[in-house]
């Protein structure tokens, strides 16, 4: 179903993970490498769903902590970290797919004169390589990672900080996600959202997250 988008918009900001790239397959490979290095259990693609979202290290910590105790989590995480780093860097994009919709969508987007930028909390060496493997680098004027700055989503400051870059007011800012994440972060920020149905939201129904709209595809956005 087409969504109007607001009039008066200055720009738009753009999630990665679940949003415009599919990339659960990425993430099952690395963790799946990651753990049979360190003899921990195999990581499912359901696993995978419903903990992705909130950056690799609590990616990383939940995948640990399904086998150990908080004191094996904190010995464990270092190693765990540089296997994963590893492993992720030597496959990112491998065994992922951009959305349908997503290149169409963000064509019209940057069509209408709406400055794009990438607000991920995936850490900016493997989200740049990724946009450039996938053919979507092109759309953005920016692309921050999760460790761009102090705090990630949900936190609002990702959030502002990027709307400062752009030169925009976050009540004239579109944040685009795909989870309670980007949804609560918008809020804090003072930015409207609009959230599609098919990307990760930590297992739950992403039409029970206070939005602004709700699109099936990115294509279905309509600048005003």
């Known amino acids: 179903m087409a969504f109007a988008l607001p009039e008066g918009l200055q720009a ?43 950056g690799s290290e609590h990616l990383i910590r939940s995948t640990l902590a399904r086998s150990l105790d908080a004191a094996g989590v904190a010995d464990f995480y270092p190693a765990a970290w540089a296997s994963y780093q590893r492993h992720y860097l030597a496959i990112n994009g491998e065994h992922s797919a951009v959305f349908p919709g997503v290149v169409e969508g963000l064509e019209r987007l940057a069509a209408a004169g709406l400055p794009l930028a990438c607000l ?17 680098a092109r759309f953005f004027r920016l692309a921050f990672g999760g460790d761009a700055f102090e705090r990630k989503k949900p936190d609002p400051l990702p959030l502002v900080k990027t709307c400062e870059a752009l030169g925009s007011e976050p009540r004239r800012t ?17 930015c409207p959202v609009v959230l599609v149905s098919y990307g990760y939201n930590h297992g739950e129904p992403v039409r029970q997250v206070p939005a602004d709209g709700f699109v099936d595809r990115l294509d279905e956005l309509r600048p005003a």
């Open 12 to 54: 738009v900001i753009v999630d990665l993970d679940g949003t415009m790239v599919d990339t659960l397959g990425d993430f099952v490979v690395a963790l799946g490498r990651m753990a049979g290095e360190l003899k921990l259990p195999e990581v499912d693609r359901a696993f995978v769903e419903r903990t992705v979202g909130k």
């Open 120 to 136: 991920t909390n995936k850490p900016t060496a493997f989200a740049l390589p990724l946009l450039e493997k996938k053919g979507l």
């Open 174 to 190: 579109l944040m685009l996600g795909d989870s309670r994440n980007d949804a609560e972060a918008a809020r804090a920020a003072g």
